[in-house]
């Protein structure tokens, strides 16, 4: 089932409209002709009565085969169910439903784009305002704190109760991308969610550790060499540093390892945007920009081919680290 464009363009603008859209796909059911074949099994699904997130998971998986895939990083080691997940390489190529998260466009998805392009329906759940709308159904809400926060809505507008695991999941969610609580998009929503979510037992302090502060020396190491190149430009209250295979083979450690890199670097008190910028094993760079809020690095990535957030964007080069470096400069504001 496809939403109409006047559907579509709703979600940018109203957050309550994710609830209205979802009890009224439920409604439709058979009774709308537009439904397809997929759609309707899938409301089916939802349909089959009071079910747990991983009974619901287990179901869907019974019936349309593998539907999900992530990438492994050892900062998510301990979130239940990643026992359950597809290796890219065995996803269906043409799956019957596919749903992406956080994912503002097609060419995110790496080796999964064929996949997504070739499946019979495409829900994307996001909450980056520069999100492509790539799917059949978009679930887009640029005012959410968390693509987590559209999952726990649709949980609660459908009726389906939650359990530990999926609390927990949602709980790392919701943290990661408010920055702890410490983003302007922490709202007193937010910490209702967060409220509801830790009286399943969320093991908060547990989760802190591994999603944020728990590295391996092997990564510590690399930090040092990272930070000792780390670059300041005053002028642009601009701090910048990078990552390159040659650092991650003497040190043993991977890409994924590298994630909180900028949350150490953008510390700096005289920087207003901070970059890191990370070799892939291809030759070509992948970008993180944040910004204290009176820079909107969105823009800057979108310019790239990227995007995200004012706080938080990114985009992937094939340019060498000084080329991207020097025109990011260029496009920040020379300082006061």
């Known amino acids: 089932m496809r939403l109409s464009s006047e559907d579509s363009a709703q979600w940018s603008h109203r957050p309550e409209i994710l609830d209205v859209a979802a009890m009224k796909w439920q409604r439709r059911g058979m009774a709308e002709s537009g439904v397809n074949a997929t759609a309707a099994a899938l409301l089916g699904l939802l349909h089959d009565g009071p079910m747990t997130g991983g009974q619901l998971m287990a179901a869907a998986e019974k019936r349309l085969g593998a539907y999900w895939s992530m990438t492994r990083s050892q900062v998510y080691r301990e979130l239940p169910g990643l026992d359950r997940l597809t290796p890219p390489h065995e996803f269906p190529g043409e799956p019957a439903v596919m749903v992406t998260f956080d994912c503002g466009s097609l060419g995110r998805l790496g080796d999964l784009e064929p996949s997504a392009k070739s499946a019979g329906e495409l829900i994307v759940i996001d909450h980056h305002i520069s999100n492509d709308h790539y799917g059949s159904i978009n679930v887009v809400d640029p005012n959410a704190a968390a693509s987590g926060s559209l999952v726990y809505r649709l949980v609660?507008?459908?009726?389906?109760?939650?359990?530990?695991?999926?609390?927990?999941c949602l709980y790392a969610a919701l943290v990661c991308d408010t920055g702890r609580f410490q983003y302007d998009t922490t709202t007193p929503a937010v910490f209702s969610m967060a409220r509801e979510l830790?009286?399943?037992?969320?093991?908060?302090?547990?989760?802190?550790?591994?999603?944020?502060?728990?590295?391996?020396?092997?990564?510590?190491?690399?930090?040092?060499?990272?930070?000792?190149?780390?670059?300041?430009?005053?002028?642009?209250?601009?701090?910048?540093?990078?990552?390159?295979?040659?650092?991650?083979?003497?040190?043993?450690?991977?890409?994924?390892?590298?994630?909180?890199?900028?949350?150490?670097?953008?510390?700096?008190?005289?920087?207003?945007?901070?970059?890191?910028?990370?070799?892939?094993?291809?030759?070509?760079?992948?970008?993180?920009?944040?910004?204290?809020?009176?820079?909107?690095?969105?823009?800057?990535?979108?310019?790239?081919?990227?995007?995200?957030?004012?706080?938080?964007?990114?985009?992937?080069?094939?340019?060498?680290?000084?080329?991207?470096?020097?025109?990011?400069?260029?496009?920040?504001?020379?300082?006061?």
């Open 198 to 336: 830790v009286q399943h037992d969320v093991p908060v302090s547990r989760l802190s550790r591994t999603l944020f502060e728990e590295h391996r020396f092997a990564y510590l190491k690399l930090l040092g060499d990272a930070l000792g190149r780390a670059h300041l430009v005053p002028d642009r209250r601009f701090v910048w540093t990078a990552v390159t295979q040659d650092d991650l083979a003497k040190h043993q450690v991977t890409i994924e390892e590298v994630e909180g890199l900028i949350d150490i670097l953008r510390r700096t008190a005289e920087a207003e945007v901070t970059c890191v910028i990370k070799e892939e094993a291809d030759g070509t760079v992948r970008v993180s920009l944040r910004s204290l809020g009176d820079v909107d690095v969105r823009s800057i990535a979108e310019t790239e081919g990227g995007g995200g957030h004012r706080f938080a964007a990114g985009f992937t080069s094939d340019d060498g680290v000084d080329e991207v470096v020097a025109r990011i400069e260029r496009k920040l504001p020379v300082a006061r």
């Open 156 to 168: 609660r507008t459908l009726g389906l109760p939650l359990n530990r695991d999926a609390a927990v």
